[in-house]
């Protein structure tokens, strides 16, 4: 007699279990960035929120902006480490902030570069360039973000 028949069931069990867990990671991928656009719409809010307030308070708009920026960056980061991602590549809290500020200024940086080339040297009108590029820099920071910071591997004494 031959083992056949459940050697057959034990690999099609296996490749079963690879499935679900295939789907099951997709899944959980679509909820991380679907958080992530919830967490980001609210650090927008009180960027712009503090922006436009310490503007009314009759701060020079680059102060106002500073303000904005930070605050929204501190609502972003605490979303993403207590509700958007489960796992945490950077055991220090301080340089898992900075890394994570740091990816946003390189967001910025990419923006105005994007900005830049659209409106500058295509002669795009600007609202169309600002909205594909804060569509690319949201998936920049997502993508960065999720592999710096928040991917399952763990990075030795950091």
């Known amino acids: 007699m031959s083992n056949e028949p459940a050697l ?3 690999v099609l069990a296996q490749g079963s279990s690879a499935r679900e867990a295939a789907a099951h990671g997709g899944r959980h991928a679509i909820l991380e960035f679907a958080r ?3 967490a ?3 650090a927008l809010a ?3 929120g503090l922006y436009r307030l310490a503007l009314s308070l009759g701060w020079h708009y680059q102060f106002a902006a500073l303000l904005g920026f ?3 960056a501190v609502v972003a980061y605490l979303a993403s480490v207590r509700w958007v991602f489960r796992a945490r590549t950077v055991h220090n809290a301080g340089v898992e902030f900075g890394l994570f500020v740091a990816v946003g200024v390189a967001g910025l940086l990419l923006t105005e570069l994007l900005l830049w080339l659209g409106i500058g040297r295509l002669g795009l009108p600007a609202l169309p360039s600002k909205l594909g590029t804060s569509a690319v ?4 920071n997502f993508a960065v ?5 928040f991917s399952a591997r763990r990075r030795q004494g950091t």
């Open 8 to 10: 057959s069931a034990a």
């Open 36 to 38: 992530y656009f919830i």
């Open 40 to 42: 980001s719409a609210g």
């Open 46 to 48: 009180v960027d712009v």
């Open 70 to 72: 930070s605050a929204g």
């Open 137 to 140: 820099v949201f998936a920049f």
């Open 145 to 149: 973000r999720k592999t710096l910071l």
